[in-house]
């Protein structure tokens, strides 16, 4: 598309005395609405006190029509990813310890060498549950702006209840002030709603009562010492007030001691001191998506007790490991996305996507190869185009990637046995001199920075024994950077929360 629009105009002009204004209504909002923090440093037994969350003053321009293809894309994916988890020869091939990444990545290998057993004993539970989220930059080539994929995210898609209360503060500034600016943009009209956390707990609803199980509850596990607690707590709240679901929440290190499976039919049982066993229909995961998770072997082996239970897994070992950067850069390569979207013997008619449908899901990708191709040959093209590329491991949570000038010196460094653990990928383009507000807890300037907004599109899917039961797309996430950081993590505090004003 033509982009009409001038992202270095934005944002509007403000003068200090209204900036800080609408600084001191954002972060009173924010304070007063739970989209919050907790304060850096060790965190007290007995909660005292928050900070706001790192919110944008103003909301980012975005091409409607962009937008509204990355919710079109949404359900696709959903789709893919549920069956991707669900063809175990595939996954062997990519992320087992045979011929797949797992031969050098050691988080990988434990993962699905620990699934390989558990499918040998047999595995109680058929159903799977996924939250997602695909994330997203505009790509400006020359005159042209199109949506491009950064990653998908298959475990600890986090951030939803927070991104909610970001829209909603946003909206709230607009009808409070019109953010003291005369801008034909910041209209209601252009604000789009976004109910991300009544949409990702609808999934996890939808998996509790496929277990149903009267009086069972949702088991979150989650990292010690948590600051992200308040978006977890709001997806929390809303499972119990509007479904009454009980949730219990539990860290790696205390399920080791409080969880027992039934020798009768495999139900997982949380028994705790002072407090009745309860049974869990379904384990939601914000942890387990980094090797620092599992600092022994005992982390690794809740995780698989818990695998090898009755309840329901968000996700289950399969679907994090289809979540891998090898699964997305194989995607890219010939036959394979017909083979999850085109087969009309293993998925009937009504199971085929359109020929439109897989070229919109091409056209959202950047090039993309594995490091170890054709011998030397895929490290010598990350070197002689290093300044345009992005090296990624197979690994989540930020920080972990390999960027423009570090690639050759990081390239000498890295053995051959160790390059099949890394793609490499064009770095995504994104429109220059966008600039916007961040607002951090503890600071008072707010200074007007260039930055970078990617969006992020929650879906969700209930599947298995070679079917998806229900998906849906389940709202929006934007976080915004400064333009010289090359990571977007929210929580290690390279992004601010932030939403959307779509303009034409």
Known sequence: MQPAFDFTQWPPLISDKDRNALQYRATSYALAHGLLYLPIGVQPPRLTSAIHAPISLFPTPFPRDQFEQAQRLQSIYNVLYSR??????FLDQTMGTEVGVGQVDEFTGQLWSGWRDL????????????????DYLLHQRDSELSLKQVEFNTISSSFGALAQKTAEMHRSLETLTKFYTNSAHLTASNLPPNHSTSGLVEGLAAAHAAYNVDGSRILFVVQKGERNIFDQLWLEYELLEKYSIHVVRRTFDELANQTKISEKDFALIIESPDELPVEISTVYYRSGYTPDDFPTQTQYQTRFKLERSKAIKCPSIPLQLAGGKKVQQVLTEPGVLERFLCDETKYGS????????????R??????????????????QARGRALELVLKPQREGGGNNVYKEAIPAFLVSLPPRERPAW???ELISPPLGLKNYLV????????ETEVVSELGIFGWSLFG???VISEKEAGWLVRTKGKDSNEGGVATGFSVLDSLVLVD
Do not use: N, Y
Request: glycine share 14%; with cysteine; hydrophobic share 40%.
């Open 84 to 89: 991707i988890a669900m063809d175990t020869e």
């Open 119 to 134: 499918r040998e004993r047999g595995l109680a539970q058929p159903l799977h549950l996924g939250l997602f989220r695909s």
């Open 350 to 361: 009504g199971g085929v996507f359109s020929a439109q449908a897989l070229a919109d899901l």
């Open 363 to 380: 056209t959202s990708w950047m090039e993309m190869w594995p490091l170890h191709l054709d011998g030397d040959t895929g490290v010598g």
């Open 423 to 425: 793609i490499a990928m």
């Open 440 to 447: 951090r807890a503890g600071s008072e300037e707010c200074v």
């Open 465 to 467: 024994e070679g079917k």
